[in-house]
């Protein structure tokens, strides 16, 4: 393909949850987009795969996420009727820990700002509401009653297919090689894309790749973490229907600075959950994709301290990969020399759920350099040094909040 007669006002580089979120609102707008994956949407090489992802409105991570998720939450229901059929499937999500634990703390400080339905619960309202939890004494509870979960795939693919719709001309198992000019101080000139199987130029640029970022934006030095995590689905040994949908949330659980886990009811794949240590730094052009022995000896001893009926026949297991940042807070910005450049994820584990928000924040930046959403927090200079005048004035508009 000639990049003399192949020109697109916009290219989207990785196509999973935040890529394809970009591309579908990019292309209903009515921008000319191309997009690129390394793999073939949906896989099990990055990291949005596993059937399914919480979702959650009291969020603990700060309250300012709060109306982004909201936005999230009405996208979902406008992609579910799109693609005919429900994305999001409402279970309550449950915080659990120890009382002024970070996690609690920050459920109760989103759900005091912005006036979010809670139940407080300790540890006997624990024990008699949700047999399966071994509740402690010291143990309590916060049940968030919209919370719930997202099924993976289908939300995948109906972004995809609906930025297809639209025009968008995407390319599975097409890595991007390099892109040109990579002169820092060249703002202006389009971006020409190499692959293995062409050469293609685009106005603007959006880069969503999750793992592979840092090496699309070298220069930046984005002080990126790339982790290994297991998912893991088991078959309950006992009282199973204490872990039906109904009976349990979607839930959290920080027993300890280093050692949270998060899960799921059953939805007829068995109890699924993933234990976040330990955290082993990978690269993501190969690491080792198969669960092994330590993998699983960790979780059932996990298991015999939270849920002790649950450690009977492991169905499945599956790796994924966490790209995470210093603070834990998400990369949403344009590039800090490159007005024409827009950077997104890594969102250190927690991202998912705001794929299609965080597309629409994409689509505004590329378009017109701002966004009602507020993405103060996302900001690329908490990173990267100020690399003059220039930086403040690009990256500046991504701050650009509601009614300004």
Request: proline share 6%; aromatic share 10%.
């Amino acid at each position: 393909m000639s990049a003399s007669t192949n020109r697109y006002d916009v290219a989207v580089v990785g196509l999973g949850a935040m890529g394809s979120a970009a591309a579908w609102h990019l292309a209903r707008r009515g921008e000319r987009v191309i997009g690129f994956d390394r793999f073939h949407p949906p896989h099990m090489m990055g990291s949005t795969h596993g059937d399914t992802r919480g979702i959650r409105e009291a969020y603990y991570e700060g309250p300012s996420y709060v109306p982004f998720v909201r936005r999230a939450y009405e996208l979902w229901d406008e992609l579910s009727e799109l693609v005919g059929q429900p994305l999001f499937r409402q279970t309550g999500s449950l915080t659990l820990g120890t009382d002024g634990s970070l996690q609690i703390n920050g459920v109760l400080a989103s759900a005091r700002e912005h006036d979010i339905p809670i139940d407080y619960m300790d540890g006997a309202e624990l024990k008699q509401r949700y047999p399966a939890i071994l509740a402690t004494d010291d143990l309590v509870g916060i049940l968030e009653h919209r919370g719930g979960m997202i099924e993976i795939e289908p939300a995948l693919k109906g972004q995809l297919d609906q930025a297809a719709k639209h025009g968008a001309e995407l390319h599975f198992d097409e890595p991007v090689e390099r892109w040109l000019p990579q002169d820092m101080d060249d703002v202006e000139s389009p971006i020409v894309i190499n692959t293995a199987k062409g050469t293609y130029e685009a106005e603007r640029m959006v880069v969503t790749a999750g793992a592979w970022n840092a090496g699309l934006v070298g220069k930046l030095n984005l002080p990126l973490l790339v982790t290994r995590q297991v998912m893991f689905w088991f078959e309950p040994r006992a009282n199973p229907e204490a872990f039906e949908v109904g009976a349990l949330p979607f839930w959290m659980w920080e027993r300890g600075p280093q050692d949270f886990a998060y899960g799921f009811p059953n939805v007829g794949k068995g109890f699924k959950l993933g234990h976040h240590q330990p955290l082993d730094e990978v690269d993501p052009n190969g690491y080792n994709q198969e669960m092994t022995a330590e993998d699983e000896a960790n979780v059932r001893q996990w298991l015999e301290r939270t849920f002790p009926d649950v450690g009977g026949k492991l169905l499945r297991a599956e790796t994924c990969m966490y790209t995470s940042t210093p603070d834990a807070h998400f990369l949403i910005d344009i590039h800090p020399k490159r007005p024409n450049i827009v950077l997104a994820s890594p969102c250190s584990g927690h991202g998912f759920k705001f794929s299609p928000a965080i597309g629409e924040a994409l689509a505004d930046l590329s378009m017109y350099r701002k966004t009602e959403h507020d993405l103060g927090l996302f900001r690329v200079d908490r990173f990267v040094e100020r690399l003059g005048e220039q930086a403040s004035q690009t990256s500046q508009p991504s701050q650009t909040a509601a009614g300004d």
